[in-house]
């Protein structure tokens, strides 16, 4: 009766090996469905991004593309294909913490502020403040307070001036500069807008507070040079004009930066008459030199933008290497110059400092510019970086001049 009983009721199927299988089977189905999907996504946004520096390539650099691009390109490949193949879907992918996201927006503004103008900005007006320095009781917290309150408000400045040139060269900079935010897409042009004038306004008000004129008027005549320089209205954006681009910066760098930061000190914060001092007067010759390098120098590594949207600088009309060995020249002239002036000094310790630290200079300066390839962008921008070193090294220096 129980092997009947038993027998007449049927076992339910449990499909575990076969149904659990196909399940499997559709799963990884799925699976690979989602990726083929997100691959053509990223696909699509990788060959966007790249696009503009195909395009651009104009022939007599394609058959040698530089090695940082390269790079770049299969990095950013790399990362795609890491992406994509992972086993999790993309829409688990964990988002970031909090902390990336301020990594991540400190980052976009150190680099919207491009930092070796800020440094070189800094430097500067702590180099000329001290050549208004007579003796070691000059160093009073009133000298302290008067050089900060200068160097922040040229620096709110400079950042008003680097942020406003990135706005007006937003289709530039994808080809000459595509890690800028502006270019990137990393702020937006309205964001662009808000940090520019927010500065501009804090440097005005900070230069109003503070109440020294030739501060004032060192702000003031800064912020019409650079928005002449980049702006596109009619008779402005005068970086289009190779002389004029040259002449704004060398406004600036040699002639305002030194005149008008010492005599903020000397006659505002130490209430002297103004005297234009042999250290000055070798500071502004000096630095109309390296003015006129910067200006010529920056436009080197960018002369495929600059060709695609009519920038007719120096480097354009003559070629990169001519334009770089002219640099170099007036670079040398000026160190050399600045060793004979060393040299004339009756300050025994001034003249040792100031000779053998201009040659010591002008020896790597050589030495380095023979070992430049110019088939290589990475090669000429790290060259440029190299100039503002120099640049920073020379304001160490002219504060020993006596």
Avoid at 16 to 29: E, P, Q, Y
Avoid at 219 to 224: A, N, T
Avoid at 387 to 393: D, E, Q
């Amino acid at each position: 009766m129980e092997s009947l009983l038993i027998g007449s009721f049927q076992r339910p199927s449990i499909p575990v090996a076969t149904d659990f299988s196909s399940l499997k089977t559709s799963s990884h189905t799925i699976v690979r469905v989602l990726k083929c999907k997100a691959w053509k996504r990223q696909e699509k946004h990788y060959s966007t991004s790249m696009k503009l520096q195909r395009q651009y390539m104009t022939q007599e650099h394609v058959g040698g593309r530089d090695r940082s691009i390269i790079a770049a390109d299969n990095k950013l490949k790399e990362k795609f294909l890491v992406h994509v193949s992972s086993e999790h879907p993309l829409e688990s992918q964990p988002s970031k913490s909090h902390w990336n996201s301020v990594h991540d927006a400190v980052d976009a503004f150190y680099r919207f502020s491009r930092p070796h103008t800020v440094i070189g900005t800094a430097l500067s007006i702590i180099s000329v403040s001290l050549l208004a320095v007579e003796k070691f009781s000059d160093f009073s917290p009133l000298f302290f307070t008067g050089a900060l309150e200068a160097i922040v408000a040229a620096l709110f400045m400079n950042i008003y001036i680097v942020g406003l040139n990135q706005l007006s060269d937003i289709e530039i900079d994808k080809v000459n500069k595509p890690y800028l935010p502006l270019a990137s897409g990393e702020y937006s042009t309205q964001t662009g807008v808000v940090i520019v004038s927010s500065f501009a306004i804090l440097s005005f008000w900070l230069g109003w507070i503070v109440g020294s004129w030739p501060l004032f008027w060192a702000l003031f005549i800064s912020f019409v040079l650079g928005t002449a320089y980049s702006v596109n209205l009619p008779l402005l954006r005068w970086k289009r004009f190779a002389v004029v681009a040259a002449l704004c910066i060398f406004a600036v760098r040699a002639v305002i930066v030194q005149i008008a930061f010492y005599l903020h000190i000397q006659t505002f914060v130490y209430r002297r008459p103004a005297v234009l001092s042999r250290p000055l007067i070798f500071a502004t010759a000096f630095m109309s030199f390296f003015s006129v390098v910067i200006a010529l120098f920056k436009d080197i590594p960018d002369i495929v933008g600059d060709k695609i949207f009519g920038i007719q600088s120096f480097t354009v009309r003559l070629g990169q290497e001519r334009v770089f060995w002219i640099c170099i020249a007036l670079l040398e002239m000026a160190y050399l110059v600045a060793i004979v002036v060393g040299a004339t000094s009756s300050n025994i310790w001034s003249k040792s400092f100031t000779v053998l630290g201009h040659a010591a200079l002008a020896v790597l300066l050589w030495t380095r510019a023979k070992s430049v390839d110019f088939s290589r962008k990475a090669a000429i921008t790290s060259f440029y970086m190299f100039i503002w070193k120099l640049f920073y090294a020379e304001y160490l220096l002219i504060p020993l001049v006596r």
